[in-house]
């Protein structure tokens, strides 16, 4: 078979010939149909996850949507570092996946799963989330961002403020379900729209998550109601200077969400409601798709043309 290779950690894979997969007890072996090129495939390749093995070479991709043996057409994960999803064909726990609905548009599925997982498993998942909820969105104008205001107002979020770094994507949030949006650079304004939000989803860190969160603990009505802040990402740097008198002086509570903190039965439990979502177009999705073997030219940005996440398709 064919995939795509990294043999260099930080250089982009290669389409090329490779052995085909080996399953182990209980897995099969599907054919890929659509990988999806997600920020956390990127950091696979290059080493960087904090759940890398180090091991070379390997093929990125962490999920997918394949044809299974049975025939029938599904979305899946897989938990290898080294045998990743953009192949032409991957080993498969069919327990780490769900069948496609009716009509339901593999690229889409294959594109959106990913980001919409992240602030659905952590509102599911990392804290009690109630009806009525208000909600702010740290980082929202990138895809995970744009699908976590989405998932916010499908679970029921009251009121949801969106906050990122490009305005005219921030301002499109509108549409999608955004009650107020404001620039992630105006850090005062932003915790005055946010001073009584209940939860953060952020995907920034770094200096910009401690003095928004600065902002708004000072700028609350009642400073002992909790404020659940989720960190998800961190596009702005792996460390914040988090001032402990935030903590004492506030109801702020930080928990984290992604591969470790939950574990990966509960991933797969929330898996039907999510490709559901995707499907019937509740969460919408841009995807840009490009053929497997242009992966090289897709790595550099230069595969398809248009906006949405980058989908390796057969």
């Known amino acids: 078979?064919?995939?795509?290779?990294?043999?260099?950690?930080?250089?982009?894979?290669?389409?090329?010939?490779?052995?085909?997969?080996?399953?182990?007890?209980?897995?099969?072996?599907?054919?890929?149909?659509?990988?999806?090129?997600?920020?956390?495939?990127?950091?696979?390749?290059?080493?960087?996850?904090?759940?890398?093995?180090?091991?070379?070479?390997?093929?990125?991709?962490?999920?997918a949507v394949g044809r299974f043996p049975d025939g029938s057409l599904r979305y899946f994960a897989v938990a290898s570092d080294s045998r990743g999803t953009m192949a032409e064909r991957v080993a498969v726990d069919p327990r780490a996946s769900v069948v496609l609905p009716d009509g339901a548009d593999p690229v889409a599925v294959a594109a959106g799963a990913n980001p919409v997982m992240s602030s659905w498993v952590a509102l599911r998942r990392r804290i009690t989330f109630r009806p009525g909820s208000r909600v702010l969105v740290l980082g929202a104008t990138g895809a995970s961002g744009t699908a976590a205001v989405q998932v916010a107002k499908h679970l029921g979020a009251g009121h949801v403020v969106a906050s990122g770094r490009d305005v005219t994507r921030l301002d499109a949030l509108t549409g999608l379900g955004a009650d107020v949006v404001v620039p992630l650079g105006d850090v005062e304004a932003l915790g005055r729209a946010a001073a009584d939000v209940d939860v953060v989803i952020d995907y920034v860190w770094g200096q910009p998550a401690a003095d928004v969160m600065r902002s708004i603990v000072t700028a609350r009505s009642d400073r002992g109601r909790r404020l659940d802040w989720i960190a998800i990402g961190s596009t702005a740097g792996q460390e914040a200077r988090i001032p402990s008198a935030a903590l004492r002086a506030s109801g702020l509570t930080i928990v984290g969400s992604g591969q470790g903190s939950v574990g990966r039965s509960a991933f797969v439990a929330e898996l039907p409601g999510i490709v559901t979502a995707i499907a019937d177009g509740t969460i919408r999705v841009d995807a840009t798709a490009v053929r497997m073997a242009d992966v090289a030219s897709a790595w550099a940005g230069q595969g398809g043309q248009g906006a949405g996440r980058v989908v390796l398709a057969a």
């Open 1 to 63: 078979m064919h995939a795509a290779v990294v043999t260099t950690f930080g250089e982009a894979p290669t389409w090329q010939p490779f052995a085909d997969p080996t399953p182990t007890d209980g897995e099969v072996v599907v054919d890929v149909i659509a990988a999806g090129l997600h920020p956390r495939v990127r950091s696979q390749a290059d080493g960087s996850h904090y759940t890398s093995e180090g091991a070379l070479p390997l093929i990125p991709g962490v999920d």
